[in-house]
């Protein structure tokens, strides 16, 4: 009595599974891109003149700031001083908000964050 009950309930969620597993593959895709476009009417920002280069408040890591990211290391790793590198970096798209659609220029929070996790030494291959 109680083992046939089992199965029964063993069947049903079997069922929900499968049903729910289907719907995600039928409409997932465009649950996931509605759920992905910004709210509100597409309004086009005004071009600017874009950061100014020669201020330091326009760069994340640069020679001679104090602290600088550019000279973090992973935990156990030594500097090393076989020469030097230039390096630019442009972060990706981080901008995941949809209150607009494009991201204030001045977030540098998310920025560094970005940064932090994506242009830093990796030593492990």
């Given at each position: 009595?109680?083992?046939?009950?089992?199965l029964?309930?063993?069947?049903?969620?079997?069922?929900?599974f499968?049903a729910?597993?289907?719907a995600?593959?039928?409409?997932?895709?465009?649950?996931?891109?509605?759920?992905s476009?910004?709210k509100?009417?597409f309004?086009?920002a005004?071009?600017g003149d874009g950061?100014?280069?020669?201020q330091?408040s326009?760069w994340?890591a640069?020679?001679?700031?104090?602290?600088d990211?550019?000279?973090?290391?992973p935990?156990g790793?030594a500097p090393?001083s076989?020469?030097k590198?230039a390096?630019?970096y442009?972060h990706?798209?981080t901008?995941?908000?949809?209150?607009r659609?494009?991201?204030?220029?001045?977030?540098?929070a998310?920025v560094r964050?970005?940064?932090?996790g994506?242009?830093?030494a990796?030593?492990d291959?």
């Amino acid at each position: 009595m109680y083992a046939r009950r089992f199965l029964g309930c063993i069947v049903v969620l079997t069922l929900l599974f499968v049903a729910g597993a289907f719907a995600f593959y039928q409409w997932g895709g465009r649950v996931l891109v509605q759920q992905s476009v910004p709210k509100g009417h597409f309004e086009q920002a005004q071009a600017g003149d874009g950061p100014d280069y020669t201020q330091s408040s326009s760069w994340i890591a640069r020679p001679g700031m104090a602290g600088d990211p550019a000279d973090w290391l992973p935990d156990g790793q030594a500097p090393e001083s076989s020469g030097k590198v230039a390096v630019f970096y442009v972060h990706p798209t981080t901008y995941l908000d949809r209150d607009r659609w494009n991201a204030p220029a001045r977030d540098s929070a998310r920025v560094r964050n970005a940064t932090f996790g994506r242009a830093s030494a990796c030593t492990d291959y």
